[in-house]
């Protein structure tokens, strides 16, 4: 398995446009969560999804963001409008059945976003 | 709610000694404690882990120690080396799903 597949590495936006983050969770994982990275708040949660079914989007911190999973092989984190703040490091992170037994998260390369 | 707490934030080290990494967490129902390791420009990866019914954990030069009283608990790396600079993440569990971290601590080894 190639591991956590997340698209694109990189992304540079003007302020006000719509932003779509991808991610490719592995195989067989049920979890998928989105974090957030930055200097001052480290790594937050954003939301994360169980059998593609969103369990806690407590973490998204505005309602430009919003996360869709369709199925269980993708997931989407869309920021519109995006704003210079939103600026930082997006993390995909999947983790397999263990909801009884915790398993290791596995992280994706994240997508470095930079809105000017 | 859910908090994580994670001292020092940064910290260096003279090569060959020891490091410690301390973290409180505040739910008492946390069950799983994983320590992730980010180097530069890298994802965050998993380098040890315990498990609410265990009390210590070794690997090799890594360790980490839960004290489920007092709601902490630590990872102390021994004869340390250049190799393990590196930012490093406590996490917890929360409600059995949610995996929640600290705020990182950047490890400096001065050769």
């Known amino acids: 398995d190639a591991g956590v597949i997340q698209s694109p590495r990189h992304e540079v936006t003007e302020m006000g446009q719509e932003v779509t983050l991808r991610c490719k969770p592995i195989?067989?994982?049920?979890?998928l969560f989105w974090y957030r990275q930055t200097m001052m708040r480290g790594l937050e949660l954003l939301i994360y999804?169980?059998?593609?079914?969103?369990?806690?989007d407590s973490g998204m911190p505005e309602d430009r963001f919003s996360a869709k999973m369709p199925n269980a092989s993708f997931s989407t984190l869309k920021i519109q409008p995006s704003e210079p703040r939103d600026s930082a490091v997006y993390f995909c992170?999947?983790?397999?059945?263990?909801?009884?037994?915790?398993?290791?998260?596995?992280f994706g390369q994240g997508t470095r976003l930079t809105v000017v | 709610g859910e908090n994580v707490e994670q001292h020092p934030s940064t910290l260096s080290v003279q090569e060959g000694d020891s490091a410690v990494i301390k973290c409180t967490y505040s739910?008492?129902?946390?069950?799983?404690f994983p320590w992730y390791k980010q180097e530069l420009g890298k994802r965050p990866q998993l380098i040890i882990d315990?498990?609410?019914?265990?009390g210590e954990k070794k690997d090799q030069r890594i360790a980490v120690t839960l004290n489920k009283t007092a709601k902490h608990f630590s990872l102390h790396i021994t004869e340390t080396q250049p190799e393990d600079s590196a930012v490093y993440f406590c996490?917890?569990?929360?409600?059995?799903?949610?995996?929640?971290f600290g705020t990182g601590t950047r490890l400096t080894i001065i050769p």
């Open positions: 992170a999947s983790r397999g059945q263990g909801k009884v037994r915790h398993t290791e998260a596995f």
């Open positions: 195989s067989g994982h049920d979890y």
């Open positions: 999804f169980n059998n593609n079914v969103p369990i806690d």
């Open positions: 739910d008492s129902a946390s069950n799983y």
């Open positions: 315990i498990r609410s019914n265990v």
């Open positions: 996490a917890a569990t929360f409600g059995n799903e949610k995996l929640t």
